[in-house]
């Protein structure tokens, strides 16, 4: 038979698996690898910016309820002066 | 181009918890899942400090959604009852009617 045995088993057989590791790091599917442990630099940056967003969060709700109370009495002030 | 006019800040601010807030915030935490899904990383497990940043930024998008549709609805309304104001024969109260003086006298043939 001139076809070759070797093509005819990778093609009708399932591929033999190689371990994970030698896998991922062929040059054709080269990936970032993931099960070195966390990156602590990136997490504390990520939660240090998710920190920063709620406090500033909270800061201009403070802003703006004084600036609204402000105004709200400024309006109040003016009908009052209206009136004497 | 201000996400805010300045008149705005004559309303009250929205509560923290709205529902922009809220739906703005899944949103975010969602397309951290979903990208945990598309890297075949375990999907709620992984990345739970990108999950928060994720809600975080939502949130406080969503938070300048609300303020902004306050700001709109109230224009809104103040533009409606001015011109009800300045227009009051449009908006004439109709003299009450009873029933019994709007139907045809009843004679009951037993």
Not at chain 1, 23 to 44: C, E, H, L
Request: with cysteine; net charge positive.
């Amino acid at each position: 038979m001139p076809v070759p045995l070797g093509l005819a088993r990778r093609l009708l057989l399932p591929p033999v698996r190689l371990p994970e590791r030698a896998w991922k790091r062929s040059a054709f599917i080269a990936t970032k690898q993931y099960d070195n442990g966390p990156q602590w630099i990136k997490v504390a940056l990520t939660l240090g910016a998710a920190a920063a967003l709620w406090r500033l969060l909270f800061m201009i709700h403070k802003r703006d309820l004084k600036e609204y109370e402000r105004r709200q009495k400024a309006l109040c002030e003016k009908c009052t002066d209206i009136q004497n | 181009m201000s996400v805010l006019p300045d008149e705005s800040r004559s309303l009250p601010p929205p509560n923290i918890v709205n529902h922009n807030s809220l739906l703005f915030g899944g949103i975010g935490w969602a397309a951290v899942v979903l990208n945990n899904v598309g890297y075949h990383r375990p999907a709620l497990g992984s990345g739970v400090h990108r999950q928060i940043l994720g809600l975080s930024i939502g949130w406080f998008i969503g938070y300048y959604a609300t303020r902004r549709e306050n700001y709109y609805y109230a224009c809104r309304d103040r533009a409606l009852f001015q011109y009800i104001k300045h227009h009051p024969e449009d908006f004439q109260l109709k003299e009450k009617k009873k029933l019994g003086e709007v139907l045809d006298p009843f004679h009951p043939v037993r």
